[in-house]
T-cell receptor, first 112, second 112 residues
Framework: GDSVTQMEGPVTLSEEAFLTINCTYT??????LFWYVQYPGEGLQLLLK?????DKGSNKGFEATYRKETTSFHLEKGSVQVSDSAVYFC???????????FGKGTRLSVIA | DAGITQSPRHKVTETGTPVTLRCHQT?????MYWYRQDPGHGLRLIHY???????DKGEVSDGYSVSRSKTEDFLLTLESATSSQTSVYFC???????????FGNGTRLTVT
């Protein structure tokens, strides 16, 4: 089946640092790709998505570009804040229309 | 926030006892899902439903059963709880198979 691999954490950054969280995928065809974020004590919430190759998803200063040539969907932010501390998950639908498959998550801690 | 309520939020139970977790939605979405979240494993799909009385297994369905007798409720039952089922359980909903998922805030289950 389809799968995603994302970089292991935890990642610790100082405020205003640049963030990259790598995500690569294995899929049949060109599925939509998603990044979800989980803040402490909460469920996951959609951060951004891209529905086709070369699309760029963006939200709250985060961006990710769907790159089919490298099968990647890396999450980036130019200047992180303490409030960005959370766990980030890359996801894609399994083959066909079956439910989302998630990466193992990357915990980000931002220190002031 | 999408109207998803999970109950209970926390539960401690003994090995061998039955446990039922409830997910209730007010969005009238067709699809509902149960995931479990464990350190080192990310989120793993247990079961999902694509309509009333229509359910299917996920990757970690052994030891779990589900029921969906009406659109708004999706129940997850552990027939005989084991310590390996200690986890945080998340319910999610989506409008279509390819729509983003909306998550509840989770149920923390401890099996002693």
């Amino acid at each position: 089946g389809d799968s995603v691999t994302q970089m292991e954490g935890p990642v610790t950054l100082s405020e205003e640092a640049f963030l990259t969280i790598n995500c690569t995928y294995t899929a049949t065809g060109y599925p939509s790709l998603f990044w979800y974020v989980q803040y402490p004590g909460e469920g996951l919430q959609l951060l951004l998505k891209a529905t086709k190759a070369d699309d760029k998803g963006s939200n709250k200063g985060f961006e990710a570009t769907y790159r089919k040539e490298t099968t990647s969907f890396h999450l980036e932010k130019g200047s992180v804040q303490v409030s960005d501390s959370a766990v980030y998950f890359c996801a894609l639908p399994n083959s066909g229309n079956t439910p989302l498959v998630f990466g193992k998550g990357t915990r980000l801690s931002v220190i002031a | 926030d999408a109207g998803i309520t999970q109950s209970p939020r926390h539960k401690v139970t003994e090995t061998g006892t039955p446990v039922t977790l409830r997910c209730h939605q007010t969005e009238n979405h067709r699809y509902m899902y149960w995931y479990r979240q464990d350190p080192g494993h990310g989120l793993r799909l247990i079961h999902y439903s694509y309509g009333v009385k229509d359910t299917d297994k996920g990757e970690v369905s052994d030891g779990y059963s589900v029921s969906r007798s009406k659109t708004e409720d999706f129940l997850l039952t552990l027939e005989s709880a084991t310590s390996s089922q200690t986890s945080v359980y998340f319910c999610a909903i989506s409008e279509t198979a390819n729509s983003p998922l909306h998550f509840g805030n989770g149920t923390r289950l401890t099996v002693t």
